[in-house]
């Protein structure tokens, strides 16, 4: 089992920005990729980002959507067993509860839907105000 812990949520002016963070235990972290979803009231539960860590290479991967590209930034600390989420430049749009997940990796894969991730976060809110 992986418990995840997500924090720094909360309310913001559009153009503002904030930083999510997500704590892990539980497993090994760096045997999982880290990806951060977002629901909206009354929508399905999107890709925001996602991070993946190669030993071998030890390189960094990341995936974003289209949506926040050039505004958000994932980020990892495998030292401290954390995946972060800077959210620059934000709009009302952004408003959602953003949630925190895990996948094992499989070589560079970076999953996009929520059905490979096994364990996730309890969510965080972050409302943008216009």
């Known amino acids: 089992q992986v418990q995840l812990v997500e924090s720094g949520g909360g309310l913001v002016q559009a153009g503002g920005s904030l930083r999510l963070s997500c704590v892990a235990s539980?497993?090994?972290?760096?045997?999982?990729?880290m990806g951060w979803f977002r629901q909206a009231p009354g929508k399905e539960r999107e890709f925001v980002a996602a991070?993946?860590?190669?030993?071998?290479?030890?390189?960094?991967?990341?995936d974003y959507a289209d949506a926040v590209k050039g505004r958000f930034t994932i980020s990892r600390d495998n030292a401290k067993n954390t995946v972060y989420l800077q959210m620059n430049s934000l709009e009302p749009e952004d408003t959602a509860d953003y949630y925190c997940?895990?996948?094992?990796?499989?070589?560079?894969?970076?999953?996009?839907?929520?059905?490979?991730?096994?364990?996730w976060g309890q969510g965080t809110q972050v409302t943008v105000s216009s």
């Open positions: 539980g497993r090994t972290f760096t045997d999982y990729v």
């Open positions: 991070i993946n860590w190669s030993g071998a290479s030890r390189l960094f991967y990341t």
């Open positions: 997940a895990a996948a094992p990796t499989r070589g560079r894969s970076l999953p996009t839907t929520t059905t490979l991730y096994d364990y």
